[in-house]
């Protein structure tokens, strides 16, 4: 540093406001001292700023199924915004949503010397609050408020309630729901939200027959409800659970949306794609994701205790896609 400082004729703070992306550099002499980087192959030692600012410029992320597109849309916008931020991520994959795993994924990332670490997905079955150790700042990417860390999620309640007002709204006397499997929080969390807003709008709660996710299990709850001739509206618990009811739905003879109305969850890239394009609830998970590293990063350059002021749960509220999938009943 010392080297570039006095070839490039400026101070050892200047070059180090420039390495580290300070604004208070004029744009003449950040040319000037990245030129002289560039002459004598100037790299920052990590090792030796770490020691300096107390930083890694690293942040982890704990997660629990890569193959799960939402989890993967939520690790891309941590990556993205990490990026953008002059950070790079290191990534560990949790095998089973315990507890037990998530702390021993949190204590692996802390040793490879993390500023501050992000759980996605949080649903731990074995315990209802989770504790995490408390080495680094830590924020939680989950739809639950019932964290003692910084949480961001998606308000799912809220989808739930659009799908519905939306079905019912057309004139449905009631909606039948494929839920997701019993162990999910957000499969939990979609089902009370149909149940109460159909209680709320005094209309018949329908027993909900439930999936794993698969269109397939989609396609075979499909065949029980539909075997009501009075079933004419349909909420699904996600977008590939929906697939299988419009499966269901032309092996039986029942016209979608003429004869069935159907509203998915997610808005996967497929759901306008298909026939007819679906109407469903979007989650806007970028979103989510940034506001992740956002307060993350607030906390690791701040002074203590400077994002703590924020509140601890913050929701993204999703966006009901009205398509062709969806009209009155006849």
Not at 202 to 222: C, F
Request: proline fraction near 6%.
């Amino acid at each position: 540093m010392a080297d570039v400082a006095k070839l490039a004729g400026v101070s050892g703070q200047t070059v180090s406001r420039v390495v580290n992306g300070n604004d208070r550099v004029t744009s003449e002499t950040r040319l000037r001292v990245e030129a002289a980087m560039q002459q004598l192959g100037y790299r920052a030692n990590i090792a030796a700023r770490a020691l300096a600012t107390g930083r890694f410029g690293t942040i982890g992320v704990v997660t629990f199924n890569l193959s799960a597109v939402l989890n993967v849309r939520i690790v891309e916008a941590v990556v993205t915004g990490a990026q953008a931020r002059g950070y790079s991520v290191s990534v560990a994959i949790v095998d089973g949503p315990t507890e037990k795993e998530v702390r021993a994924a949190v204590r692996g990332l802390t040793d490879r010397a993390v500023d501050g670490v992000i759980v996605v997905e949080a649903r731990v079955l074995d315990t209802p609050h989770l504790r995490l150790p408390e080495e680094v700042p830590l924020v939680i990417a989950d739809s639950r408020a019932a964290h003692k860390h910084p949480t961001f999620g998606m308000d799912e309640a809220a989808g739930a309630r659009a799908a519905v007002d939306h079905l019912l709204g057309l004139g449905h006397a009631t909606v039948h729901h494929v839920a997701g499997p019993a162990g999910s929080n957000p499969a939990q969390r979609r089902r009370a939200a149909w149940q109460r807003q159909l209680k709320r709008s005094g209309r018949a709660v329908p027993p909900p027959v439930a999936g794993d996710w698969s269109p397939r299990s989609g396609y075979e709850a499909a065949l029980r409800l539909l075997a009501d001739d009075e079933a004419t509206a349909v909420f699904a618990a996600n977008d590939q659970m929906a697939v299988g009811v419009l499966r269901a739905a032309a092996e039986l003879g029942r016209r979608v949306p003429d004869d069935l109305s159907v509203v998915g969850f997610d808005d996967l890239d497929f759901a306008p794609y298909l026939t007819p394009p679906l109407t469903t609830v979007r989650q806007d998970l970028e979103t989510v994701g940034r506001r992740c590293v956002e307060h993350l990063i607030a906390r690791v350059e701040g002074p203590p205790g400077a994002a703590s002021a924020q509140p601890s749960s913050r929701f993204v509220r999703p966006e009901l896609i009205v398509r062709a999938s969806t009209a009155p009943p006849r």
